[in-house]
């Protein structure tokens, strides 16, 4: 199957900056949607972008503004860059794609932002 690799994460101040990525296997990237997710200790994980096959992008609330996600299907990679960023950033972010009725999902990368 598909096969989804996160990379990018680690500890930074508030207000700083990072950039995920997320590495696919296989030939349907390019007509997959992809999402990135994240998960606090304690809580539900939430949607923080989505982009589809087309280019259609939406964000949660909580980071519009701050977070542009994008994708390079000749690299079959699907980007989040994230500045100004806030201690309630501090999550493991997760890869999503899904095509098919089937979901596929990264190992995740853990962000620590400090305040």
């Known amino acids: 199957q598909v096969q989804l690799v996160e990379s990018g994460g680690g500890l930074v101040q508030a207000g700083g900056s990072l950039r995920l990525s997320c590495a696919a296997s296989?030939?349907?990237?390019?007509?997959?949607?992809m999402g990135w997710y994240r998960q606090a200790p304690g809580k539900q994980r939430e949607l923080v972008a989505h982009?589809?096959?087309?280019?259609?992008?939406a964000y949660a609330d909580s980071v519009k503004g701050r977070f542009t996600i994008s994708r390079d299907n000749a690299k079959n990679t699907v980007y989040l860059q994230m500045n100004n960023l806030k201690p309630e950033d501090t999550a493991v972010y997760y890869c999503?794609?899904?095509?098919?009725?089937?979901?596929?999902w990264g190992q995740g990368t853990q962000v620590t932002v400090s305040s």
């Open positions: 982009i589809t096959s087309i280019g259609s992008i």
């Open positions: 296989g030939s349907i990237f390019s007509i997959m949607s």
């Open positions: 999503k794609g899904s095509k098919f009725g089937n979901e596929y």
